[in-house]
């Protein structure tokens, strides 16, 4: 280790290159960009590792040796589109964010009329617009101002994150779910790092979780009833082998079951959704046929919304497009917002504003990253 403590916690200087032991051995569990001691061990919820990623190490590329944990966690960061240290998102990376979505958004307009209504609604553009007032807060030098600019952006902030809200319990549709899904965050997360700022870290942290707790119920409710739907046992099928592995599924089911201790007995369930293999009508005609004409008999409302187009081949292919990157992104995005809200805990128990964090992580050496990557150590670490 190399003599530099933040947030109570050792900088580290290297990674084991296999998993951590304690992850291992499944007494750890990884969220986001956390370590911490699993349930029932002693010490539970108590955190291991912490990775605090500088923001210019947000699109950083692994090294082929660098260790399994930082690898997986890159992966996780991908996958959720979310930087894994909640100081690193801050006001210029949330809006640079919706900026993106925002472009994509509109290449897809023109043929999706709720995406335009969405691009047209009055609280995108006000959103916009507060981020990247609040966005400038970091160049103020003069305190008062900085905090008069906070105060504002909160109050807007407070408004988008409770209109967003209702906007996912009325998202009916894929394209509009996925679309409100990610600006929902984008707002939270511009609204606990208001609150943090302003020196109120519990509140910042109780806001968050709040507003992590809301996420989990709709996008649940996404991925039950607009993604995986009546039939996530297509995804057993071959169609899906190159895409889909029985690790992800099965993290696709515990997300929307909310109950990770028994996803292989539900992996178990579809697997009895299948049926035989041995069956008169199976070996007459080929079983994927079965489950394409079941398809078929869907209600309109989910066949509109689910899949564009009659044919299998389309129909799988909008699967791979947009139901596989969808759940992926949940899953994921899952793990790195309940990191976030470890993380903000951890600065409020040291009374460590995000911007502070930030300027910490400056002020430590090139000599303090692995990989890019701010690793910090409990000070009793698991095994």
């Not at 801050?90 to 043929?111: C, H, I």
């Not at 911007?355 to 002020?363: G, S, Y």
Request: aromatic share 6%.
């Amino acid at each position: 280790m190399i003599d530099s403590s933040i947030l109570g916690m050792n900088v580290m200087r290297s990674l084991p290159l296999d998993v951590l032991p304690c992850v291992d051995a499944r007494r750890c569990t990884v969220l986001g960009g956390v370590v911490r001691r699993a349930a029932g061990e002693e010490g539970a919820g108590q955190i291991v590792r912490h990775l605090v990623i500088p923001q210019q190490a947000e699109l950083a590329r692994l090294s082929a040796s660098a260790p399994l944990l930082l690898q997986g966690m890159q992966a996780t960061m991908a996958f959720s589109a979310l930087n894994l240290a909640v100081s690193a998102v801050g006001f210029s990376t949330l809006f640079v964010m919706l900026d993106r979505l925002e472009k994509r958004l509109e290449s897809v307009a023109r043929d999706v009329r709720a995406i335009r209504e969405l691009l047209e609604r009055r609280e995108r553009a006000e959103l916009h617009a507060a981020l990247e007032r609040v966005a400038k807060v970091v160049q103020m030098a003069d305190g008062d101002a900085q905090r008069e600019v906070l105060v504002d952006a909160y109050r807007d902030l407070s408004v988008k994150t409770h209109q967003y809200r209702n906007a996912l319990a009325h998202s009916e549709e894929i394209t509009v779910a996925d679309a409100n899904e990610q600006i929902f965050c984008i707002a939270l997360l511009g609204l606990a790092r208001c609150q943090a700022d302003m020196g109120s870290m519990n509140l910042a942290a109780s806001e968050l979780a709040d507003g992590i707790e809301v996420w989990r119920d709709h996008t649940r409710r996404f991925a039950n009833d607009l993604l995986l739907g009546d039939e996530p046992h297509r995804f057993l099928h071959a169609d899906f082998v190159d895409s889909v592995s029985l690790t992800t599924l099965s993290a696709w089911l515990s997300f929307a079951n909310e109950d990770s201790d028994h996803a292989s007995d539900r992996l178990d369930d579809l697997r009895r959704e299948l049926g035989p293999y041995y069956d008169e009508r199976t070996i007459r005609k080929p079983q994927f046929e079965d489950v394409h004409k079941a398809r078929a008999a869907l209600s309109a409302s989910r066949i509109r919304d689910r899949f564009t187009a009659p044919s299998p081949a389309e129909q799988r292919q909008r699967d791979l497009d947009v139901v596989v990157p969808f759940m992926n992104r949940l899953t994921a995005r899952a793990g790195v917002l309940e990191g976030y809200a470890l993380q903000y805990e951890l600065m409020a128990e040291h009374n460590v504003r995000p911007m502070e964090l930030d300027e910490q992580v400056r002020a430590l050496p090139e000599s303090a990253a692995i990989d890019g990557f701010i690793v910090l150590e409990a000070l009793q670490v698991a095994s």
